[in-house]
C-alpha cells in the first residue's frame, strides 16, 4: 500500500526508482530544527528535548527553501519529528532510509542510538529493530556534524565564508529524501544488481537477500512493452546472493543507447517453501555495453561519440538538491536542446532519480564523486584523501551500479601532486579507490583521476582538462594524440603529475568554460567575484558562438577522441561560464551551440 502525502509535500517522488516497494512513507516536510554552533548539543539535552526551530526536509538549511537560509558555518545541526508506524506494517521490520545527509550524522529512534555514518553524498540505512512498533508514534532525531576544517570529501563547498573562484555555498544536514520502509522480518530481498550482458542478449541478476530459509526461492519476470518475457527462478536457501540469467529471445532484443533508451521492466519475487509471495519489489534494466578496443571505446560495440557536458547540480533556491523531480529532468533536457549525449557529474553524488530520467531519456553519464576536500598545504604532499573517501564511492557504486546510463566512473577529479620517489596518501587513495571501482564493477571503464594526477598506470581512461580559449592554439595542445603524445596537465612549473600515456582512449574532459555574462560584457575591469569564466570573455554572442564551434570542432575532428566534456551547462552562482543562466532561463542562441556540436564526428567515421 501507499500513503497519502500532503499536496505541498516537497520532493514526494518514490526516491530509490530502480528497486521498489509498494509500501513507504515519505517524511520530508516540517521537522524541529536547531543549530549547534558550538557542537555541545548532546551535553545541553538536544537529543532529549524540543527543538527551537523549523525546517522544511529535504532542503538544507543554507538553502532558500528550507525556510531558513543560513549561510554561516554551521558546525553541527539537530533535527527532530514525530511519526506514527502506519498500522498495516505489524509484521514487518521498518527501515530508516536518508538519501544524503552531510556530512558526519547520528541517528536516534525514540532514544537509541540507530545508526551512524559519514560521508555527505550517499545513502545510508538504519534498521528500526523494536523501538518501530506498528500503530504507535516514535521520535526521531538526527545530528549532522559538518566542520569546515581537516580533510572531508565537500565537493564544490566553500570553506571560506562566502562563494570564491569555483566554490560555492555549503550543504549542512539533509539534503535528500528521508523515508520509512516495510521488509519481511525473517527474510527479504536487498538491492538487485543487475549486469547487461549485450553479446549473449542477457541479463544477469545478483538478487541478494537479508537471510537464507530452508525451501525460500527467487523469481525474476522480464518485461516488455508487449507483456511478459520469460519468468526465471532458482533457491534462495544456499547463497546469500542467488543469481539468475534472463537471455532476452531474439525478436525482444532492443538495446539500450542514446538514440534508443529502451528499458525492461523487472518483478522481483522471494517465495516461501509454500510458493507464497513473502517479499515483492520492481526494477528496470537497458541492454547495452561498454568496451575498449585500442584508443577507441564503443557503446554496443560502436564509435558513439561522447558530446558531455559538466553538471555540477546546483539550484539557486535548493543548492544540491532540485527543487522538485521536474527539474532533474529538465536539466537533461536543456543538454539534449543544446546538442549533448551526456554530462559529467561533476563534484557531486547526484540524486539517483536524475540517473532514472538519464536512463529513459538516454544520457550517457560519467559517475563521480565529490573529493574536493583533502588538501593539506604540504609541500609535495599537498592532498591527502583518507580511508572515509573509499567507503562512500563504495557506497556510491553499491547505489548506481544497475543504471544503463552510467558509461563511465571517476572517483577522483583535479588531484594535483609532482610525481617523485616517495608513495604518498594520494597514490595509496587514488589506487585503492580505482581498485575499489574495478571489484565493484567489472564492466565500465574507471578514469583513476579525471584531468590532471592520473597516479595508476592502468587506468582505462586517460584525459585531460584545458582552458585555452584561441581555438588555433587549442588545436596544437590537442594535436599529438595520433603519435601517443596528447595533452597532460602538469604542474605549474612543468613537472608531471601523471604517469605516462600509454594508449588508452583519450578525452578532453573539461574544456571551454566561456565567460558568458551579458550584462557585464560591457563592464570594465575584473570582476571574479561576481562574475567569471576562462580565459578573455567574448563581447557578443557571435563572438561566444564562433569560439565554441572552434574549440568543439578541434576534438569533433580528431578520429582518435572518444568525445568531450564541455565546462558547463549552467552559471553556478559567481561562475558565469554556462550555456545557461543559474536559473535555466537563456543567456543565448542555443540552436547555434547545437548545430556546431552535432555534426558528425571524424571519431564515429573510423573503423
Known amino acids: 500500500m501507499s500513503f497519502p502525502r500532503p499536496s505541498d509535500q516537497p520532493r514526494p517522488e518514490y526516491p530509490r526508482p530502480q528497486f521498489v516497494r509498494e509500501a513507504w512513507l515519505n517524511l520530508n516536510g516540517e521537522w524541529q530544527f536547531e543549530i549547534d554552533r558550538s557542537d555541545t548539543g548532546l551535553e545541553r539535552g538536544l537529543r532529549e528535548r524540543e527543538l527551537a526551530g523549523r525546517i522544511v526536509v529535504p532542503f538544507c538549511p543554507e538553502s532558500a527553501l528550507s525556510g531558513i537560509g543560513e549561510t554561516d558555518f ?14 498495516a506494517w505489524t509484521d514487518s521490520r521498518v527501515l530508516l532510509h536518508f538519501g544524503a545527509v552531510d556530512h558526519d550524522t547520528t541517528v536516534w529512534a525514540d532514544g537509541v542510538e540507530v545508526a551512524r555514518h559519514r560521508g555527505g553524498f550517499t545513502p545510508f540505512t538504519a534498521d528500526l529493530g523494536e523501538v518501530a512498533v506498528a500503530g504507535q508514534e516514535m521520535t526521531i532525531v538526527v545530528r549532522a556534524r559538518d566542520s569546515r576544517h581537516g ?13 570564491s573562484h569555483c566554490h560555492y555555498t555549503r550543504t549542512t544536514g539533509i539534503w535528500q529524501t528521508v523515508w520509512l520502509e516495510p ?26 537477500l537479508t537471510a537464507n530459509l530452508p525451501g525460500h526461492r527467487v523469481r525474476a519476470t522480464l518485461a516488455d512493452e508487449q507483456g ?3 519468468t526465471a527462478e532458482t533457491r534462495a536457501d544456499l547463497d546469500l546472493a542467488p543469481r539468475l540469467v534472463l537471455t ?76 522538485t523531480d521536474a527539474d532533474l529532468v529538465r536539466d537533461i533536457e536543456l543538454g539534449l536542446r543544446a546538442g549533448f549525449n551526456g554530462a559529467r557529474l561533476h563534484q557531486k553524488v547526484f540524486e539517483e532519480r536524475y540517473l532514472h530520467h538519464a536512463d529513459r531519456l538516454g544520457y550517457l553519464v560519467w559517475g563521480e564523486f565529490g573529493d574536493w576536500g583533502c588538501e593539506t598545504g604540504a609541500r609535495d604532499d ?7 573517501y573509499v567507503s562512500q564511492w563504495l557506497e556510491a557504486l553499491e547505489r548506481d551500479y544497475s543504471h544503463p546510463s552510467i ?5 577522483l577529479n583535479e588531484t594535483y601532486q609532482p610525481l617523485h620517489d616517495r608513495i604518498t596518501q594520494l597514490d595509496d587513495v587514488t589506487r585503492a579507490m580505482f581498485l575499489a571501482t574495478k571489484q565493484a564493477d567489472a564492466t565500465r571503464p574507471v578514469v583513476d583521476a579525471s584531468g590532471y594526477a592520473h597516479r595508476v598506470a592502468e587506468t582505462d581512461v586517460y584525459d585531460s582538462h584545458c582552458y585555452e580559449q584561441d581555438p588555433a592554439a587549442f588545436a596544437k595542445a590537442m594535436s599529438g594524440l595520433a603519435e601517443d603524445r596528447p595533452y597532460v596537465n602538469t604542474a605549474p612549473d612543468g613537472r608531471p603529475w601523471s604517469v605516462p600515456y600509454r594508449g588508452q582512449p583519450y578525452f578532453c574532459s573539461e574544456f571551454g568554460g566561456i565567460w558568458w555574462d551579458p550584462e557585464a560584457a560591457a563592464a570594465a575591469g575584473d570582476q571574479r567575484d561576481a ?34 566534456c564541455y565546462t558547463q551547462l549552467t552559471d553556478v552562482f559567481q561562475e558565469r561560464n554556462g550555456i545557461y543562466r543559474f536559473d535555466r532561463s537563456e543567456k543565448l542562441d542555443i540552436e547555434h551551440l547545437r548545430r556546431a556540436q552535432t555534426r558528425p564526428a571524424a571519431y564515429e567515421g573510423t573503423p
Open 74 to 87: 554551521l558546525e553541527v545541526v539537530w533535527y527532530r519529528r514525530t511519526v506514527t508506524v502506519p498500522d
Open 151 to 163: 580533510v572531508q570529501a565537500r565537493g564544490k563547498q566553500s570553506t571560506w565564508y562566502a562563494n
Open 183 to 208: 521488509v519481511p522480518r525473517a527474510a527479504a530481498l536487498k538491492r538487485p544488481r543487475i549486469t547487461p550482458d549485450l553479446a549473449s542478449g542477457s541479463f544477469h541478476l545478483e538478487l541478494p
Open 228 to 230: 511478459d518475457i520469460l
Open 248 to 323: 532476452v529471445p531474439a525478436d525482444r532484443l532492443r538495446p539500450w543507447s542514446p538514440t534508443d533508451p529502451h528499458l525492461y521492466d523487472l518483478t522481483l519475487q522471494l517465495l516461501d517453501a509454500d510458493g507464497r509471495i513473502v517479499d515483492t519489489a520492481t526494477s528496470y534494466a537497458g541492454l547495452r555495453s561498454v568496451s575498449v578496443q585500442g584508443k577507441r571505446l564503443l557503446l554496443n560495440g560502436e564509435p558513439v561519440f561522447q558530446r558531455l557536458v559538466l553538471d555540477q547540480g546546483y539550484h539557486p533556491d535548493g543548492l544540491m538538491t532540485a527543487p
Open 382 to 388: 599537498n592532498q591527502r584523501p583518507d580511508a572515509s
Open 407 to 411: 558509461v563511465g566512473w571517476c572517483p
Open 531 to 564: 562574475s567569471w569564466g576562462y580565459g578573455e570573455r567574448p563581447y557578443t554572442e557571435e563572438e561566444f558562438a564562433d569560439r565554441f564551434a572552434g574549440l568543439t570542432g578541434v576534438l569533433l575532428d580528431d578520429p582518435d577522441m572518444f568525445g568531450y
